[in-house]
Nanobody, 126 residues
Framework: VQLQASGGGLVQAGGSLRLSCAAS????????TGWFRQAPGKEREFVAAFRAVNGNTYYADSVKGRFTVSRDNAKNTVYLQMNSLKPEDTAVYFC????????????????????WGQGTLVTVSS
């Protein structure tokens, strides 16, 4: 599967953005999909995931209540709705896909994801 992330940009603190991750080659419903981000000088970190086997969603504590991950099967696209953005959310955001049966305890790590899209830059100004 090929993944194409888009939707990044510059937004003021408190604003919103919606990132899209369009899948091609295979249907996105067959994968667990995740969002990760990497800020300058920092390691890549987990943001959110949509687990295919049961439809459950998972979030990093830092974004819980502000970000929402969803999937549009008809468009073969996964979304990350980001509200109440903070300057510390500034990063390059990546979407990724892995096994539909990915174990819940591992989906917060990058290793189990087999496919990655290019990043999209989100900049939140204070």
């Amino acid at each position: 599967v090929q993944l194409q992330a888009s939707g990044g940009g510059l937004v003021q603190a408190g604003g919103s953005l919606r990132l899209s991750c369009a899948a091609s080659g295979r249907t996105v419903t067959t994968y667990t999909t995740g969002w990760f981000r990497q800020a300058p000088g920092k390691e890549r970190e987990f943001v959110a995931a949509f687990r295919a086997v049961n439809g459950n969603t998972y979030y990093a504590d830092s974004v819980k209540g502000r970000f929402t991950v969803s999937r549009d099967n008809a468009k073969n696209t996964v979304y990350l709705q980001m509200n109440s953005l903070k300057p510390e959310d500034t990063a390059v955001y990546f979407c990724a896909a892995g096994s539909s049966r990915m174990i819940a305890s591992t989906l917060r790590t990058a290793g189990p994801y087999d496919y990655w899209g290019q990043g999209t830059l989100v900049t939140v100004s204070s």
